[in-house]
């Protein structure tokens, strides 16, 4: 049983923000700001992409709800919400969890993405790759 099943079965204790039926919201233990919430479908799925449209739609209107109340309750300057698909991407625990992160101006956390160029034609031939798998 991973992790996150464990504290879905309460034999790891949490600081819980949020719970229904089917969705779990708790306080991350090694947060990148004070604040820093996870939110996890209670039925065990390895990755957000291992979901059904239903499930992703559902995890994210409780996401949608939590991620409000975070930027509200803390007065926050903004939000990171972060999911992560597989360990290339980052992601350390095997079961869905969308990270929600206050931001604070000046707060020091660093996030920036690096910007790559397409070679002439290589976009469409990308966009074309992606549509094929849909």
Not at 42 to 52: M, V
Not at 64 to 78: E, F, P, S, T, Y
Not at 82 to 94: D, L, W
Not at 101 to 119: A, Q, S, T
Request: net charge neutral; aromatic share 8%.
């Amino acid at each position: 049983m991973c992790v996150f099943c464990k504290i879905v079965s309460g034999e790891i204790p949490s600081t819980k923000v949020y719970e229904d039926d089917k969705f779990l919201a708790f306080m991350d233990i090694g947060p990148v700001n004070k604040g820093h919430v996870l939110v996890i479908p209670k039925k065990h799925a390895e990755t957000f992409i291992d979901l059904t449209e239903e499930e992703a739609g559902e995890l994210f209107k409780v996401v949608n709800k939590v991620a409000k109340a975070v930027k509200r309750g803390l007065n926050a300057d903004g939000l990171n919400i972060i999911n992560n698909v597989g360990a290339v991407s980052g992601q350390e625990v095997f079961h869905v969890h969308v990270h929600i992160i206050p931001r604070f101006e000046n707060d020091g956390m660093k996030f920036g993405w690096r910007k790559l160029e397409y070679k002439e034609g290589e976009i469409k031939e990308y966009a074309e790759r992606i549509k094929s798998a849909l």
